[in-house]
């Protein structure tokens, strides 16, 4: 729905809706960071993706550390993939990593990106 929709429906003001609007997914963005951070706690830092690097190339250097560590990682390839793309968006465009990815490793082969 559009907001103007959605300020029809609850009787308010469009600029009503699109405050509340971004309030909540500012609470979301905070929320995500907390739970990021208690996530990284359980986890140690693993390696670095390096800007440029193609996303199949970094789905080898986790690999690649996470053996050095003694952990298999939980994710074939297509998921790794995917969990970076879903993830760290942001920092992915097409096959290509724009920004350095830090990557942590918990003892039960989990992934936290960031």
């Not at 996470?66 to 942001?90: C, F, P, T, W």
């Amino acid at each position: 729905m559009t907001q103007q929709q959605i300020a029809d429906i609850i009787e308010t003001s469009k600029a009503n809706v699109c405050t509340v609007e971004k309030s909540a997914w500012e609470n979301i963005r905070r929320a995500r960071e907390t739970l990021d951070f208690l996530y990284s706690l359980d986890a140690k830092h693993l390696c670095v993706i390096e800007r440029g690097t193609d996303l199949l190339d970094a789905v080898h250097v986790i690999y690649d550390a996470a053996e050095k560590e003694g952990i298999k990682v939980q994710y074939d390839s297509v998921e790794l993939m995917n969990k970076i793309r879903d993830e760290i968006h942001e920092k992915s465009k097409s096959r290509l990593i724009r920004h350095p990815i830090n990557v942590y490793l918990k003892e039960d082969g989990d992934l936290y990106l960031e």
